[in-house]
């Protein structure tokens, strides 16, 4: 059976199946290489805390990474302060996205609440002026006629 910390420093940082888009290693393959089905993220981060891809890996980096239940054993590793910053960041972020679709959600209702005034006023002209048939026309034509003849 293969350590955790064997597995991670044998991953291929270019092989993008074995990443998640965060760039952490996937559970499921570290799951395969170790042979422990039951393995969670949880422990493969206490194993190695911060542990992620690099966009260009240095093999050397992993060298520092120690064996299992070492917390010193972490490739890369964040402040407090920049952990706690980017949190703020993210949340600040939900936040205006929450606001952003709750004014899409108003436009939207306000935009029905206009295509519903503009029908009613359509049914209302249509009701004030009765469409033409050409029958209705000729019939028009012949009258006014008859009132410009009787003059």
Sequence with gaps: MTTITEV??????????????????KVE??????GDED?????????????????SFDPRAVDDLQD???????LETKSESEISLLRDKK????????????????????IA???SERDKIINQLEVMQPKLTNEGAIREYLKRQKEISVE
């Design 8 to 25: 991670l420093k044998s991953l291929d940082h270019d092989d993008d199946t074995l990443w998640t888009a965060a760039g952490l290693p």
């Design 29 to 34: 393959v570290i799951q395969e290489l170790t």
């Design 39 to 55: 393995l969670s993220r949880k422990e493969i981060d206490e194993v190695a805390p911060g542990f992620e891809r690099f966009e």
């Design 68 to 74: 299992e239940g070492s917390i010193d054993g972490r």
């Design 91 to 110: 949340s600040e972020i939900e936040s205006l996205i929450q606001e952003k679709k709750q004014e899409k959600i108003d436009l939207d209702a306000g």
């Design 113 to 115: 609440d206009l295509f």
